[in-house]
Every structure is written in structure tokens, then in C-alpha cells.
């Protein structure tokens, strides 16, 4: 369909993309309840860097192998293997075509003119109903999600870079000392062990 | 509580300040983030608290996936809506959250601890201004951090609770004390 198409084109050669975004969370009753705003930097297919800046800060790194959640307020960083991370979360959707059909039934709609693929989380019981996500031209200009409670959460996308330069370590997440480390991150299998 | 003389403390570093006097509000509001977890993994977002007297109502967000909680109640039972489709009870907050979302959440604790009010032990340590800044009740370490006067009374900016292998952390950007208001949080 067309929004599969646009996806597969936006997904086509791309190496590494930056973009801004801004978060709205609605209630049921589609009145506003918060928004935030941040950056967003991915390399394919399953890296990615979610960076929130207002009105509070927090940062998620995909790294490929873990996901870290890092809250400076709380002084406290959560690190889950990414596989299970993913099941759940589409943000690797747009760059990583096999994770969609993996972990998603993608259907398609046309809302008002804009292409709009539907994705529903094959997850046994997923924390959200339904995932939308619009495509502009040549992007995605769009990512709505509904949880159980009826709170949607739209993200409107903007500023799309394609391949741009992004260091490596922005893929990567180190903690300082001082902060809580909640969580196992998964060793690589290929890294040596520590000898005692 | 009988408050012990800061004679019977142990030398610390603030052994000569008597501890601040501490009154808890009954009607209050606190806006901020939450962190809940158990060591292996951890729930966190963002968190509106009302208080109005023994009736409480927090609703907690968390930003990435969008989902949200809320946790309502008073002396007669409490309800958790969100987390599945129908909302599901308890008699207490603590318990509806250990069998809900298997996490440890000492709200009835939390309510003295958000503004110091403890039962001052040989481990309690002080500021210099006799606020406290850390403190261990019923297994839980509570660490406070930057404390601010606001509405004649001193809030914390950061509250830590830790009673292994459970955590809680809050940090609260806005403090609100006001007077009751009008509609109480709705009753289970």
C-alpha cells in the first residue's frame, strides 16, 4: 500500500537520520495533558538515541544490544535487553523493516489524504492498542499511540536529516559513578570475559 | 514522638543541630517523576500526587511508552485504573501495587517521608539547617536532597527510599500546599 511504500522508501539506503520531535500525550476525552519535546538520531537498522530535553530531561540509547533509560533527575539508569524492549516499542520500526513484520500484524489506512500504515503489537498483552504512523513525502511526519486507558501519545516529527555524520558513541551509553544502575545490561556474546 | 535529644546522637556531622521542626500538610499537591523498582527492572514517569486529607490520587505517566496509571484511594480502599482494562482494588495502596505491578510503593510511609517527618533514630544525619538528609525506618534508607522553603514550609527537591532490592526515587519540579479543596479525590 502507499504507506508501506513510503516507508520502504524512507527506510531505502538510509544509514543514519536525525530529527526533532515533539510528544503530546491526550486524554481520552482528547484534551491535552502534557507535551514534551527532544531530538531523535537512529542507525539501521537498531540503533537509536531518544533524547526528551523539556520540560524534563531523559534519554533512551538503543545500542543494538540493550536499551538504557537514563533520568538525571532520578540519578537513575534502566537497562533491558533490547529484544524484549522492542516487542513492545515501535521506535525501530522506521529503520528496521524486519522488526515490523516480526513483532507487528501492519495494516493501512488513508485518515484524511495521508498515508498511514496501522501497526497492532503481536506481543500477548501489549501496553498499547494500536500504533498509527503518517508519512509525509518523503518521511514520516507522525506516530500516534493508544494505551488501554484510551491516553493517546502523538509524536509529530520535523527537521528529517538523512545520513548525516553521527559519532558512534552516541549509540552507546556509559553510566557515571554515583548513579543507580537498575538491571542486567546483556553482555555481547562475542565479548571476551574478564579474566579473575 | 518522644524526640530525642541530639545529645544522644552519635558524633555526625551535624551533631550539635537539633533536627528541624517538621508539621506534614494535609492538603497538598506534588508534580514530578517517579522511579519504582525492584533491582531487576524499574517503572518510571512522570507523577501528579494529590493529597486531600486521607484521600489520595496519583496518576503516573511514563513518557516513552505513553502508558499511564492511576492510583486512587483513601482509608476505606484503594483502585488502580490503567493497568488493565477494569480498574482493580485493594484495601491499601502498598498492597494493590506489590500484587498489581510487583513493585514496593510505601505510600502511606512516603506521606510523612516527602517532608521529613520521621521518627529521629541514632542513624538519622542532619543538615546544618536540622533538615534531614538521611535516615533508615522500618528497613527503608531515605535519602532527601535539595531542600527549599516554600509556602512556610521546607520541601525536598529529591526523595530516595531504598529497602533492598526495592527502590523508589522522586524528584518533584513543583510543590503546591494549598487549602482542601472543594471536591475530594473520589472514593473507590
Redesign the interface.
Given at each position: 500500500g502507499p504507506a508501506r511504500d513510503r516507508l520502504e522508501q524512507f527506510a531505502k539506503g538510509l544509514v543514519t537520520v536525525r530529527a526533532t520531535f515533539q510528544q503530546d500525550s491526550l486524554d481520552p476525552k482528547g484534551q491535552l495533558i502534557d507535551s514534551s519535546t527532544g531530538k531523535l538520531a537512529l542507525h539501521a537498522p537498531r540503533q537509536f538515541r531518544w533524547e526528551y530535553e523539556a520540560p524534563f530531561s531523559q534519554l533512551i540509547v538503543a545500542d543494538g544490544l540493550n536499551v538504557w533509560i537514563y533520568d538525571p533527575d532520578l540519578e537513575q539508569v534502566t537497562v533491558r535487553a533490547q529484544s524484549l524492549e522492542e516487542a513492545q516499542s515501535p521506535l525501530t520500526v522506521l529503520t528496521d523493516l524486519a522488526q515490523l513484520d516480526r513483532d507487528f500484524v501492519v495494516g493501512e489506512s488513508n485518515a484524511d489524504g495521508v498515508p498511514t500504515l496501522v501497526l497492532k503489537a503481536k506481543a500477548k498483552d501489549p501496553a498499547f492498542k494500536e500504533v498509527q504512523i503518517r508519512f509525509g513525502e518523503s518521511s514520516p511526519s507522525e506516530m500516534l499511540m493508544v494505551d488501554l486507558l484510551g491516553t493517546e501519545t502523538v509524536w509529530r516529527f520535523d527537521g528529517w536529516e538523512r545520513n548525516p555524520k553521527i559519532a558512534d558513541a552516541e549509540f552507546a551509553f556509559t553510566p557515571e559513578d554515583g548513579i543507580e544502575i537498575v538491571g542486567e545490561p546483556l553482555r555481547a556474546p562475542s565479548a571476551t570475559p574478564l579474566a579473575d | 514522638c518522644a524526640s530525642q535529644s541530639t545529645r544522644d546522637l552519635p558524633p555526625s556531622d551535624a551533631a550539635d543541630v537539633a533536627p528541624a521542626p517538621v508539621i506534614v500538610p494535609t492538603h497538598w499537591q506534588l508534580s514530578?517523576?517517579?522511579?519504582l523498582?525492584n533491582?531487576?527492572?524499574?517503572g518510571?514517569g512522570?507523577l501528579e500526587w494529590q493529597q486531600d486529607g486521607d484521600f489520595f490520587n496519583m496518576s503516573l505517566?511514563s513518557?516513552?511508552?505513553?502508558?499511564?496509571?492511576?492510583l486512587l484511594g483513601g482509608p476505606e480502599g484503594c483502585a488502580l485504573?490503567?493497568?488493565?482494562?477494569e480498574p482493580v482494588m485493594a484495601s491499601t495502596p502498598e498492597e494493590l501495587v506489590r500484587r498489581e505491578l510487583g513493585w514496593e510503593l510505601p505510600v502511606g510511609s512516603l506521606k510523612g517521608w516527602l517532608f521529613g517527618q520521621i521518627e529521629p533514630s541514632a542513624t538519622t544525619r542532619y543538615d546544618a539547617n536540622g533538615r534531614v538528609l538521611e535516615h533508615t525506618d522500618d528497613g527503608w534508607t531515605i535519602t532527601y536532597r535539595d531542600w527549599r522553603e516554600q509556602q512556610g514550609h521546607w520541601l525536598p527537591g529529591?526523595v530516595?527510599a531504598k529497602k533492598k532490592p526495592y527502590?523508589v526515587?522522586?524528584?518533584i519540579?513543583t510543590w503546591n500546599l494549598d487549602e482542601p479543596s472543594p471536591d475530594n479525590a473520589n472514593q473507590p
Open positions: - | 514530578g517523576k517517579i522511579a523498582s533491582g531487576q527492572d524499574s518510571s512522570r505517566r513518557p516513552i511508552s505513553g502508558q499511564s496509571w492511576q485504573e490503567g493497568f488493565k482494562p529529591k530516595f527502590q526515587r522522586l524528584a519540579q
